[in-house]
């Protein structure tokens, strides 16, 4: 079934600000921020079950900055996330846990980190259909018979 909540474009602008404090970009390591447009719209197009408590974070957000959180300066932005912290509860680690598996999933970032964007297993190397050959380790152990209620 869709999801039907959305995000709304003030709560968008919230979302990309809080991102930007959470991971911001850095030139050193040549890594985008977590406001970066593609982690954005990852971000967006993932949320499914998760819309509902990163819209309940970001509303307690806005209670809290009084105002879109973008026009805050450094300082108050700051004092914000830090209540915002404390008191966020639930919806505020939904809201980072959004962030962080949309930033560590991006192609740049796993490039920085010398992951390779793509499965580990089979590194190049293709299974056929029908190839049970890596069960034969587990075919070979002694039957475990047990008792069903």
């Excluded at 474009?9 to 979302?15: A, E, I, K, S, Y």
């Excluded at 990163?54 to 932005?77: C, N």
Aim: hydrophobic letters at 40%; a neutral charge; charged letters at 25%.
């Amino acid at each position: 079934m869709p999801n039907q909540l959305t995000l709304t474009p003030r709560q968008r602008q919230d979302l990309r600000t809080i991102a930007a404090m959470i991971i911001p970009a850095s030139e050193e390591y040549r890594v985008p921020g977590a406001d970066d447009g593609l982690i954005q719209a990852d971000i967006l197009a993932t949320l499914g079950r998760d819309t509902k408590p990163v819209a309940t974070a970001l509303d307690h957000l806005a209670r809290l900055a009084g105002m879109p959180l973008a026009e805050l300066d450094a300082g108050a932005r700051d004092g914000v996330a830090q209540t915002f912290r404390a008191d966020g509860g639930a919806p505020a680690a939904t809201l980072v846990r959004v962030v962080l598996q949309c930033y560590y999933r991006d192609d740049r970032v796993l490039r920085s980190l010398g992951l390779e964007p793509r499965a580990p297993f089979p590194k190049g190397h293709v299974l056929e259909d029908g190839d049970w050959s890596l069960l034969d380790q587990v075919k070979a152990r002694a039957h475990t018979m047990r008792q069903v209620s």
